[in-house]
Nanobody, 126 residues
Framework: QVQLVESGGGSVQAGGSLRLSCAVS????????MGWFRQAPGKEREGVAT???????SYAEAVKGRFTISQDNAKNTLYLQMNSLKLEDTAMYSC????????????????????WGQGTQVTVSS
């Protein structure tokens, strides 16, 4: 079956960086709308970034200029480079895949997919 496995989370001080990975099996990410979401304790899940099959990206306002989504098609892996981390970036980060070539439906549409990873925890401390 389809599997999305995140890794790379951890604890980091504010201002630091982390790179998350999402290794995918049984689907070809280059033909999917891919994305990252996060959920902090007591808060709703929110979209972070998306990338479509053409490489077009979009970002939540809160992470623009600090986070970069990318993918390695040869490894069938999605990445999220997170720089200048802030305390409010603390959350469980999950990757998602939607079998559409574009992400025009935005985070809300992508969030309705059935293809999710289990998540990786990111904790930012002062």
């Amino acid at each position: 079956q389809v599997q999305l496995v995140e890794s790379g989370g951890g604890s980091v001080q504010a201002g630091g960086s982390l790179r998350l990975s999402c290794a995918v099996s049984r689907l070809t990410i280059s033909t999917y709308c891919m994305g990252w979401f996060r959920q902090a304790p007591g808060k709703e899940r929110e979209g972070v970034a998306t990338m479509d099959s053409s490489g077009v990206t979009s970002y939540a306002e809160a992470v623009k200029g600090r986070f970069t989504i990318s993918q390695d098609n040869a490894k069938n892996t999605l990445y999220l480079q997170m720089n200048s981390l802030k305390l409010e970036d603390t959350a469980m980060y999950s990757c998602a895949a939607q079998p559409w070539v574009n992400c025009n439906g935005g985070f809300g549409t992508l969030a309705r997919t059935t293809y999710w990873g289990q998540g990786t925890q990111v904790t930012v401390s002062s």
